[in-house]
């Protein structure tokens, strides 16, 4: 399973992406709200320098037209670029029209197994749904991940599914078992995945008994070495 950050902050993208499990960054316009001093254009490039796999860059436009400009002048800032597009009637057509373009799409703000039908079938590379954003209504989001999972393999489609607007790291692990391609994460969760409260005692505990282990051995080595004789041979 693929696991991108799902950010537009250059701090956590280096630090995820030093562990070396980071696949890809999913950003949108509210994540590129929380930069400061910088464009999105620099975003983005800064973001593709330091991670070589899909980096999405979301659209704004409400209309085909507007939304294909503004895709087509992102994909030209990095080969690594994937032109995030909202689901809706406009943003099947844009989709389609990126498909004949050779411009790979990510259909975001997708919230039931037909809609990421729809997509896969515009021809969208990535297909988003927002679990947390749907158990935030008393939904089962994870329904919508095991149904379109299931439909693209069980037709073949040429998409991937990636659990998007993920809370916590259960998510992740439901995503895996019900055959989500990706996962997006925000920070906060892939901490979260790393640590655990046995492990982090575990670290502490090793570390000190290693301590005091070598500790002993120097005392011990001190006490014998002015009595030890040299080893005879033969
Ligand atoms: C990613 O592609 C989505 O934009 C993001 O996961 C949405 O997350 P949110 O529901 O926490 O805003």
Redo the contacts with the bound molecule.
């Keep these: 399973m693929k696991l991108?950050l799902?950010t537009a902050d250059i701090d956590e993208i280096r630090t995820v992406n030093s562990w070396g499990v980071l696949d890809g960054v999913?950003?949108?316009p509210?994540?590129f709200g929380k930069v400061k001093g910088m464009t999105y254009e620099e975003v983005l490039q800064e973001i593709c320098g330091i991670n070589g796999g899909p980096v999405?860059a979301?659209v704004v436009a409400d209309d085909v037209e507007g939304m294909l400009r503004e895709g087509r002048h992102y994909a030209k800032l990095a080969d690594n670029i994937v032109v995030?597009v909202p689901m809706s009637e406009n943003g099947l057509a844009a989709m389609s029209r990126f498909k004949a373009e050779g411009i790979k799409t990510?259909c975001?703000?997708i919230f039931t197994a037909n809609q990421g039908l729809l997509a896969a079938k515009a021809g969208a590379s990535l297909l988003?749904p927002?679990v947390?954003?749907v158990d935030?209504i008393n939904e089962d989001g994870m329904q919508v991940i095991r149904e379109l999972a299931e439909i693209i393999r069980f037709f073949e489609y040429d998409s991937e599914v990636?659990t998007?607007?993920?809370?916590h790291p259960r998510h992740v692990t439901e995503a895996a078992l019900n055959g989500s391609h990706i996962a997006?994460l925000?920070f906060k969760v892939f901490q979260q995945m790393v640590h655990h409260p046995l492990t982090d005692k575990g670290i502490v505990q090793f570390k000190r008994d290693w301590e005091a282990a070598r500790a002993a051995l120097n005392d011990g080595a001190k006490e014998a070495s002015p009595k030890r004789e040299p080893a005879k041979v033969g």
Excluded: I
């Design positions: 991108f799902d999913t950003t949108n509210t994540l999405s979301e995030k990510n975001t703000l988003s927002f947390g954003r935030d990636l998007a607007s993920v809370r997006t925000p």
